[in-house]
């Protein structure tokens, strides 16, 4: 990954108003349960369409799917899981031709990136770095967490390595979904990141999958603690984004305490 060199602290503008702000962003939660012929919808992206509709708007993307992409794999997050068809729509705003185009992209991409073989032992050493991991515990809205430790990742040319374990602890996040909940919370944790943690190719890298992949999963990233030195980094990698950038809020570590979790359930790296 591209090391941005560039981002020397004494050449840096102060922040912008967004690396300030620390206003709080409600969590977008939705009901999305059980198989395609059983849902509770209570997302207002849903209110324009019946359970009927819904449900031939599936088995129509389904079809489509089965026709112009046979190639593609079946099964649990293959071109015939009803439930993913589902995400997508809803991600498409219930466009039958926009939700094949992602969907199709998207399941060839974990058909080529071996998404469904990643295991804690294929990324075991740069897991034992402690540069990203699953939460124990949720969040007060009941969500998964995922926490990515910025001074501890390294631009390297391991780049497949590192993007396997981002991939790892995202489907480990969704994994730990409780029963009505939909989206995960993303935390950076910023505090001691400096030039040489600096890696605007894995934070791209991130927001494709979100965007790309795994759309409406990840309800909020957190830039906790973001220094000077991010700056550049954000603004490279912020127009690439799209709408999704919208889900990024810097704070700081005080506002994840209190805002985020409990005595009991926040991470032992937050605690004071």
Not at 108 to 119: N, Q
Not at 129 to 153: C, E, F, M, W
Not at 236 to 264: G, M, N, Q
């Amino acid at each position: 990954m591209a090391l941005l060199s560039s981002c020397h602290p004494l050449r840096l503008s102060p922040p912008p108003p967004a690396l300030r702000s620390t206003t709080k962003k409600k969590p977008s939660h939705y009901t999305l349960k059980c198989s395609a012929e059983n849902r509770t919808l209570r997302s207002p992206l849903y209110t324009r369409h019946s359970h009927l509709d819904t449900r031939q708007l599936v088995l129509e993307v389904k079809e489509r799917l089965k026709l112009k992409h046979p190639g593609l794999p079946v099964g649990r997050n293959g071109r015939d899981d009803e439930d993913m068809i589902l995400w997508f729509l809803k991600d498409r705003n219930f466009s039958v031709e926009d939700a094949v185009f992602k969907l199709s992209k998207a399941i060839k991409w974990r058909k080529d990136f071996g998404v469904s073989e990643l295991r804690e032992e294929s990324v075991k050493r740069l897991y034992a770095t402690g540069k990203g991991y699953v939460h124990d515990s949720l969040d007060i809205y009941s969500r998964p967490v995922l926490i990515v430790v910025g001074s501890k990742h390294f631009p390297s040319k391991e780049i497949i390595e590192n993007q396997k374990l981002c991939v790892y602890l995202v489907e480990k996040a969704i994994s730990k979904l409780p029963d009505g909940v939909e989206d995960i919370l993303g935390i950076v944790d910023l505090r001691g990141f400096g030039v040489q943690n600096a890696d605007g190719t894995y934070l791209k890298f991130l927001f494709d999958l979100v965007c790309h992949y795994y759309p409406k999963r990840l309800g909020e990233l957190l830039f906790m603690e973001a220094p000077f030195v991010f700056q550049p980094v954000w603004q490279l990698v912020k127009p690439l984004t799209s709408s999704y950038s919208t889900l990024a809020r810097f704070c700081d570590a005080e506002t994840v305490r209190k805002e985020y979790f409990t005595k009991e359930t926040l991470p032992a790296a937050f605690k004071l």
